[in-house]
């Protein structure tokens, strides 16, 4: 075997094989749509985003999250009384004004986000300290008039797979503790898909409209641009007293309780496509596979022996059924072995299973893996065992993979050109020394070409004598640069 697929055109050209690769593979419509910024989840890619919100919503009911379901439609007076929050999303918010031919007495926005219409209902459903912590959390599309260049999945204007939590706490304090446990499920929900991140805090001037804070986790697409792929925000009580939300606190006295919300989008599968991909396809981690082992006979032309390949055939998925294995026979007569390959390559099914004459006659299985086309004989009976074994390994190479690339793209320099070079270049996330006023920190963003990511999370001390390269003040904190997406 010449080794695992090259990645040339995977890195090089990073936003056109993404394109290709969502087409190739099947998994989501874009630009065919006829409305800007919308796409469509096709079967195999619907399969996908829906094992990924098994992880998710898993993760989230197991840490005392309740789902809930709220209306898509925010009465402008409602999305307007926290003023940093509207100041925040005025330019971006869609509104329906009309119902049939009659103009609405009342402008509706379609939901940017549901901070509002949630604080408002919650002012209803709770009076008390005693019904704390509240852990809501929905699945839903959220619409934003996204001016930046759309993309699929990455920048869309109806974000369809929008997962947004909601907590109610009686003190900072509690809100604080919901905001590292948000941190704890957002890691558990990535390392489980396999994808690298760093966390920082989003410096002051690029926090969400009405937040005290922003936590980001951001990961590395294969172009050496950051792309933010989840956030937690302690929203302190601005929404609260914007509602005047007041409930019974633990010493009698009536005040407004604290918040945080925390939210991941169609940015997730987005990433684990970008990730793991190669110049084949997509390579997809076997636990969030729709299929992980697509079976393939290769039938010679006489019918005796292609009835005998196509008898064991059926034995083999069915053993590798009962193994408790996603399966998929490809028994299309049209289609030839070869192109069978690569259509299963590019939807990045993690094993291939290969029967010919000789496996029938052995009673064993050519078995392939996608992510470095590595193949094994098996005998059938232990099949289902080493496909197992395999997928776990295939798991921890990918999992190793996708973490050397992504540190070989983090610099921690002194120097801004080489940060700068460094951001230019595209070769990732530079990190310098800064001395934590926002002016300087503007103007690193100006000089290095790049977005400031923040600062690391948790904080991590500067060695002493650090200086900002701008002011030559003491550097009390490292600074993210780097090119967004
Ligand atoms: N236009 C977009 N397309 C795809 N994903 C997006 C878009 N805008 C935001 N996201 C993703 O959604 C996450 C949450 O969005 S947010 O604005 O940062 N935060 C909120 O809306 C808060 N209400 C928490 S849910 C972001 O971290 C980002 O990963």
């Not at 998994?27 to 096709?42: A, E, F, I, L, Q």
């Not at 084949?280 to 636990?287: A, K, N, T």
């Not at 600062?455 to 030559?472: N, Y």
Request: hydrophobic share 35%; net charge negative; glycine share 8%.
């Amino acid at each position: 075997m010449l080794g695992p697929p090259s990645r040339e055109k995977w890195s090089s050209d990073f936003p056109r094989w993404f394109d290709w690769v969502i087409e190739t593979a099947e998994v989501y419509d874009y630009g065919r749509y006829p409305v800007k910024g919308m796409g469509v989840w096709m079967p195999y890619g619907f399969q996908i985003r829906r094992r990924v919100l098994e992880v998710v919503r898993g993760l989230l009911d197991s840490t005392g999250h309740e789902e809930v379901l709220f209306p898509l439609l925010i009465p402008e007076h409602l999305l307007r009384r926290e003023s940093e929050h509207i100041r925040g999303f005025e330019g971006e918010v869609y509104w329906v004004t009309h119902g049939g031919r009659e103009e609405l007495d009342v402008k509706l926005a379609l939901r940017p986000t549901s901070e509002t219409s949630i604080t408002y209902m919650e002012t209803f459903w709770i009076k008390s300290y005693r019904q704390l912590p509240k852990k809501y959390y929905q699945v839903v599309s959220i619409f934003r008039y996204e001016t930046k260049a759309t993309r699929p999945m990455i920048r869309l204007r109806e974000v369809t797979t929008f997962k947004e939590a909601h907590t109610v706490h009686e003190s900072f304090e509690d809100a604080e503790r919901q905001v590292l446990e948000a941190i704890e499920v957002y890691k558990a929900i990535f390392d489980r898909l396999l994808i690298p991140y760093v966390i920082s805090k989003r410096p002051e001037w690029d926090k969400f409209a009405g937040a005290l804070y922003t936590i980001a986790f951001d990961t590395i697409m294969p172009d050496g641009r950051a792309l933010q792929i989840g956030t937690v925000h302690h929203l302190g009580q601005s929404f609260t007293r914007a509602f005047d939300f007041r409930i019974q606190m633990r010493d009698e006295r009536l005040d407004h309780p604290w918040q945080t919300s925390y939210g991941v989008s169609d940015r997730v599968v987005a990433s684990l496509i970008a990730v793991h991909g190669d110049d084949r396809g997509l390579v997809i981690p076997p636990s969030v596979a729709p299929i992980q082992v697509v079976v393939i006979p290769i039938t010679p032309g006489d019918e005796e022996k292609r009835g005998k390949v196509l008898t064991y055939t059926a034995k083999a998925a069915e053993a590798l059924e009962k193994a408790g294995l996603r399966v998929h026979v490809d028994d299309r007569e049209w289609e030839r072995p070869g192109a069978k390959f690569y259509y299963w390559e590019a939807k990045g099914v993690p094993i291939r299973v290969e029967i010919g004459l000789r496996e029938a006659e052995q009673d064993t299985l050519t078995i392939a893996r996608r992510d470095t086309l590595e193949k094994t004989e098996v005998p059938l009976g232990e099949a289902g065992n080493r496909i197992r074994e395999l997928m776990a390994q295939i798991e921890s190479s990918m999992r190793e993979r996708a973490k050397s690339f992504f540190g070989e793209r983090l610099l921690r320099t002194e120097s801004l050109e080489e940060a700068r070079d460094w951001v230019e270049g595209r070769r990732g996330i530079a990190e310098i020394p800064w001395c934590g006023r926002e002016s300087c920190g503007l103007e690193m963003e100006e000089r290095v070409n790049g977005k400031v990511l923040g600062t690391p999370w948790p904080e991590e001390p500067v060695e002493e004598g650090k200086r900002c390269p701008l002011c030559g003040r003491p550097a009390v904190a490292w600074i993210r640069l780097a090119k967004t997406y």
